[in-house]
């Protein structure tokens, strides 16, 4: 075997050795409903990302831990997220009150293969409009609304195990236009009782992370006790669970792999190093 064919097995075998080990998933979330509202705090007594952690952990294959705003870091130190395959975000009356240097570290971790999963009112998160380079708004109404998902993408890993559609009974409406930068693919698009619809689930590559926006969860309502939602989010660290880390923030210059020929030219040349 020469040593271009023992290089490549010697990645066949790494991949696989990745594929078969737990996905590292961290569930993040602001814990601020569940501690000041008591209806929220009577669906969610350990807050959503504890409902959260527990119901993905019934998935052998999602190995969670959660974080939330108020600890140190946020809980998202450098060697957590160096740690985590996929990080699920939920934010909602704090997103000012998280610090910039954490969502640069978030974002930069993106960028170099760690999923992020951003569900419902993260879409206005300072970590979801730096990944997305938008405004990330949308048009709302907290009416008690029944939400049909449709699902635009029946042989997608996202919707795996669903069927045409489902449903919640109770939601917040989110409407369009949502301005986001047009997803690379959208799995979901919602309709709404009072007549809205929106891109409920949306993919994109972000350097060599993936990002899925998915909506539904608004604090008022057990939407984290469903297990159609659930399940996407379970599907969801499947697809985007990081897959190498290769950070992007370098511009190196590079010497030449072959050499190149003299030529007998004369062009200025800027030399300047990035
Ligand atoms: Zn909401």
């Keep these: 075997m020469g040593l271009q064919n023992t290089r490549v097995a010697a990645a066949i075998l790494l991949s696989a050795r990745n594929m078969s080990t737990k996905i590292h998933v961290t569930i993040w979330n602001e814990f601020r409903h569940e501690r000041k509202n008591e209806a929220v705090k009577r669906i969610y007594p350990d807050g959503m990302h504890a409902a959260i952690a527990r119901a993905l952990s019934a998935s052998k294959d999602l190995a969670c831990r959660t974080a939330t705003l108020d600890e140190p870091e946020h809980g998202l130190t450098e060697s957590v997220l160096q740690e985590t395959d996929v990080l699920i975000w939920w934010g909602h009356v704090a997103h000012g009150d998280v610090k910039d240097e954490v969502v640069k570290r978030v974002q930069q971790q993106v960028l170099s293969g760690m999923g992020l999963i951003v569900l419902h009112s993260g879409h206005y998160s300072k970590v979801f409009r730096a990944l997305m ?142």
């Excluded at 609304?145 to 917040?172: D, S, V």
């Design 133 to 274: 380079g938008t405004n990330c708004s949308l048009k709302w109404r907290e009416a008690d609304e029944k939400e049909r998902i449709w699902n635009l993408a029946p042989g997608h890993p996202i919707t795996e195990g669903l069927g045409e559609y489902f449903e919640l009974p109770y939601e917040e409406m989110y409407g369009e236009r949502f301005d986001i930068p047009e997803p690379d693919k959208l799995v979901f698009i919602s309709w709404f009782e009072g007549g809205e619809v929106f891109r409920s689930g949306c993919c994109w590559e972000r350097g060599n992370g993936r990002v899925f926006y998915f909506r539904p969860g608004h604090e008022a309502y057990p939407t984290y006790h469903d297990e159609n939602v659930i399940r996407v989010i379970g599907n969801a660290c499947r697809w985007a669970r990081r897959r190498v880390t290769l950070p992007t923030d370098k511009a190196p210059n590079a010497p030449a792999i072959e050499s190149i020929k003299k030529k007998d030219v004369h062009f200025g040349r800027a030399g300047v190093q990035q």
